[in-house]
């Protein structure tokens, strides 16, 4: 171990100071290595939509000031005295969380986003000692080696941020409700979510179509590998789809109607959420009933699936489309997400920080 490394690592951040208050770059410590530590100098750290709910604390919660940043992509600085798997130089990646018990059902099983104990969030969380974490808009983080990823050559580095959150999230549930072959799934909403999971379930050999607001992007959803794509503001779209879907895949960050999304399900079917709007969805339990339909959620994906998933994007060249910015152009990306006018994920340089 470097012995540079024993002390505290002094990185510059982007932060804000309280709720809706605009970035600016601080000094925060990152923690002296451990045993097991790896600490990662950060390259390019993706914008999802959940730091915006976070910064603005529209689920309440939030501690600032607060770092956002869970998609995050750098090269390993130096490494703890027990870490094995990674190197100095290694490209690794860092998603949306940093800890968890390790010996629950859950850890186990390599879902460890769903510990019982408590999974630690990568920021605006508490670690087991009590300590806050501050996540990628960071020159550097310390992250146990456990909870590092590898990024594969195949995939440029700027590219691969957005899939440590984004990738993930779309990945894991289109694999848990086995969408492929001979499915018939929908992907609702195409910001940074939506764009990669129609990339992915075209990968796993699904038949798939893309609901937007708009048809905007219809030519991008089917360079993506969409097979068909609809616009929701067309009251059409709900008649001629009806009963249609396997599975639908909502990625949008505000409520929808959702007995409308329901109404497009076969028998058996699923309406699996990832968006997360900060208010209570509406149904009617009837949707349910009359087709035997399911509601469900996902969050993220575990450590293990999080490695299958980049070098399953790396294998099938699944890339999200990308602008790299400037750190001092955060807060325009985050009116610009907020409007929908990101084609189709913001990336911080952080060099630029
Ligand atoms: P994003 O880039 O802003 O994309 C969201 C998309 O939803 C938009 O591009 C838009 O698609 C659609 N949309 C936005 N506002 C809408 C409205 N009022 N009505 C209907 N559609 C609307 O956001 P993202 O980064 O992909 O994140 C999406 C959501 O997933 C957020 O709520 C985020 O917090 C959540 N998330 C959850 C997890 C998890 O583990 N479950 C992980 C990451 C993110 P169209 O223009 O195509 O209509
Ligand atoms: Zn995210």
Excluded at 45 to 51: F, L, N, Q, R, T
Excluded at 153 to 162: Q, T
Excluded at 285 to 304: D, E, N, P, W, Y
């Amino acid at each position: 171990m470097c012995n540079q490394h024993t002390n505290t690592t002094p990185t510059r951040v982007l932060s804000v100071a309280n709720a809706k208050a605009p970035f600016e770059t601080t000094t925060i410590e990152r923690r002296a290595l451990r045993p097991d530590d790896v600490l990662i100098d950060i390259k390019f750290s993706g914008i999802c939509h959940s730091d915006i709910h976070s910064a603005f604390d529209e689920w309440g919660g939030g501690m600032f000031p607060m770092v956002p940043g869970h998609e995050i992509a750098g090269v390993v600085e130096a490494v703890g005295q027990n870490v094995t798997k990674y190197a100095v130089g290694d490209r690794v990646g860092v998603g949306c969380f940093v800890d968890s018990c390790g010996e629950c059902e859950y850890c186990l099983a390599g879902d460890e986003q769903y510990c019982t104990k408590g999974v630690v969030q990568t920021y605006n969380s508490l670690d087991y000692d009590g300590e806050q974490t501050y996540g990628g808009y960071s020159q550097k983080i310390v992250v146990k080696e456990g909870f590092v990823v590898r990024i594969p050559d195949a995939l440029e580095m700027d590219v691969a941020s957005p899939l440590l959150c984004a990738g993930i999230t779309t990945y894991s549930p289109l694999k848990h409700w086995n969408v492929g072959p001979g499915k018939k799934v929908a992907i609702v909403g195409m910001g940074g979510l939506g764009h990669v999971a129609i990339q992915f379930a075209h990968a796993m050999g699904a038949e798939v179509t893309v609901l937007s607001r708009s048809m905007n992007k219809e030519s991008e959803a089917l360079s993506f590998g969409a097979d068909h794509y609809f616009a929701t503001s067309n009251e059409e779209t709900f008649k001629e789809l009806a009963g249609r879907f396997d599975v639908i895949l909502n990625t949008v960050s505000a409520n929808l109607e959702v007995d409308a999304y329901l109404s497009l399900l076969r028998i058996d079917g699923t309406l699996v959420n990832v968006g997360a709007p900060a208010e209570p969805d509406q149904y009617s339990v009837f949707s349910l009933i009359m087709g035997r339909r399911s509601i469900a959620g996902s969050l993220v994906g575990g450590i293990k699936e999080t490695q299958e998933m980049l070098n399953f994007a790396a294998e099938h060249k699944i890339a999200p489309q990308i602008e790299v910015i400037n750190a001092s152009q955060v807060d325009e990306a985050y009116e610009r997400v907020l409007k929908s006018d990101v084609r189709y994920r913001f990336v911080i340089d952080v060099a630029t920080l």
